[in-house]
């Protein structure tokens, strides 16, 4: 099993272009979620997913699209990408009765 | 809502020593509560978890947290620190559907 997969790594962005960060898990998991960090603080919740067709906004959702058409895949949306979303992103998957899995990040800067 | 507070921003230990990280959660019911570590430039490793049952886990690496609902509290402990412990550590409590709130994080340096 590969886990939790996260491409791209690195991206750099200028301000007002638009992006997706792909996330991708093989553990057959019901509920994936979308995580920023920045520094000094923990992780907060973007948006998250219950099963497929379903989504729901987290703690910060403001600027930020998602979708979930399978099982296996949670793609991020920056839609009008801003220097305020600087920042680590994580994506990570959990079954109904187990743990959250952490992909490795995606790091992300806007000028 | 649920929140978790990590009193201590930075803590220094000497190799050997012992450990203790705080956390605090604020949770309407029986929490999920976790500990998770995260090195420099890495992604997030879960060391334990609390579900239900005996209050005291045990976790990968010799780490250990004792819940106690009285305090609210979910403390992290290793007898004997190690260099390699040197780490950003969270803690999380869980409200299911993949909604986990985390705390701000406690960084640990470790003095030879």
């Known amino acids: 099993n590969a886990g939790v997969t996260q491409t791209p790594k690195f991206q750099v962005l200028k301000t007002g272009q638009s992006m997706t960060l792909q996330c991708a898990q093989d553990?057959?998991?019901?509920?994936m979620s979308w995580y920023r960090q920045d520094p000094g603080m923990g992780l907060r919740l973007i948006h998250y997913?219950?099963?497929?067709?379903?989504?729901d906004q987290g703690e910060v959702p403001n600027g930020y699209n998602v979708s979930r058409s399978t099982t296996e895949d949670f793609p991020l949306r920056l839609l009008s990408a801003a220097p305020s979303q600087t920042s680590v992103y994580f994506c990570a998957s959990r079954s109904s009765t187990d743990t959250q899995y952490f992909g490795p990040g995606t790091r992300l800067t806007v000028l | 809502a649920q929140s978790v507070t990590q009193p201590d921003i930075h803590i220094t230990v000497s190799e050997g020593a012992s450990l203790e990280l705080r956390c605090n959660y604020s949770y309407g019911a029986t929490p999920y509560l976790f500990w998770y570590v995260q090195s420099p430039g890495q992604g997030l490793q879960l060391l334990l978890k609390?579900?239900?049952?005996?209050?005291l886990v045990q976790g990968i690496k010799g780490f250990e947290a004792e819940f106690k609902r009285s305090q609210s509290s979910f403390n992290l402990r290793k007898p004997s620190v190690h260099w390699s412990d040197a780490a950003e550590y969270f803690c999380a409590v869980g409200a299911g559907a993949g909604k986990s709130t985390f705390g701000d994080g406690t960084t640990l340096t470790v003095k030879p």
């Open positions: 609390y579900f239900s049952g005996d209050t």
């Open positions: 997913s219950v099963g497929a067709g379903i989504t």
């Open positions: 553990m057959n998991h019901e509920y």
